[in-house]
């Protein structure tokens, strides 16, 4: 499968634990997004790298987010000291090149916070 | 700030009805682009809408930009059970033009 992947797919934790979520890109694609989408919304973006600089961030991450894509393939998503309000479905996608270009979704983590 | 506004919110239909979900960008966009959800599932590409007054179609879904650019609708001719999901609309808002915005979608039923 050449699909976008992420792992894990499912993640439960207690408040105040530090979570990391993984993501692999379709292997040629440059750019990598991160989404969050809540029950009954649609996925607000997160942040997004083209290959490993980071090139913009949602007001939605917080100083409590951080997110890396060290050698531009793979990228994660930390969170620390985890919230109720973090539980959500993260979604990564990828594109090869930005604005017209189609984003693949991965399948996405999802994490409740307990 | 810059949104992109979904209606309605719930259709449930009857197989064999039509269906249609409507979008609206605050601004003009440069291309809109359509996912669906299944339930449980992740927003699965469609389509990619650029030109004004674009009409795209795949199957009996038919996909259509407005003449502003501003507006884009989706419609399923004789929905089936298989068509169940959610419907999201997504624009490249923001400076970079790369982020997308999404609307809330319209979650479809399909009643057999």
């Known amino acids: 499968d050449t699909g976008v992947s992420q792992n894990p797919r499912h993640k439960i934790t207690k408040r105040g634990q530090n979570v990391t979520f993984r993501c692999d890109p379709i292997?040629?694609?440059?750019?990598l997004y991160w989404y969050r989408q809540t029950l009954g919304q649609g996925p607000e973006f997160l942040t997004y790298f083209q290959n490993e600089a980071q090139l913009e961030k949602s007001r939605l991450l917080s100083d409590r987010f951080s997110a890396e894509r060290p050698k531009g393939s793979f990228s994660t998503l930390e969170i620390q000291r985890t919230e109720q309000g973090d539980s959500a479905m993260y979604l990564c996608a990828s594109s090869q090149g930005g604005g017209r270009r189609t984003q693949y979704f991965g399948p996405g983590t999802r994490l409740l916070v307990l | 700030g810059q949104q992109v506004m979904q209606i309605p919110q719930y259709q449930h239909v009857q197989e064999g009805e039509d269906f249609t979900t409507y979008c609206n960008s605050s601004?003009?966009?440069?291309?809109i682009q359509w996912y669906k959800q299944r339930p449980g599932g992740h927003p699965v590409f469609l389509i990619q809408?650029?030109?004004?007054?674009e009409v795209k179609k795949q199957k009996r879904l038919t996909f259509q930009f407005g003449e502003a650019k501003k507006n884009s609708s989706l419609h399923i001719t004789a929905t089936q059970t298989t068509d169940v999901g959610t419907y999201f609309c997504?624009?490249?808002?923001?400076?970079?033009?790369?982020?997308?915005?999404f609307g809330e979608g319209t979650q479809l039923t399909v009643n057999p």
């Open positions: 997504a624009g490249p808002l923001g400076t970079s033009g790369s982020r997308l915005t």
């Open positions: 809408l650029v030109k004004s007054g």
């Open positions: 292997s040629e694609h440059n750019r």
């Open positions: 601004t003009t966009l440069s291309n």
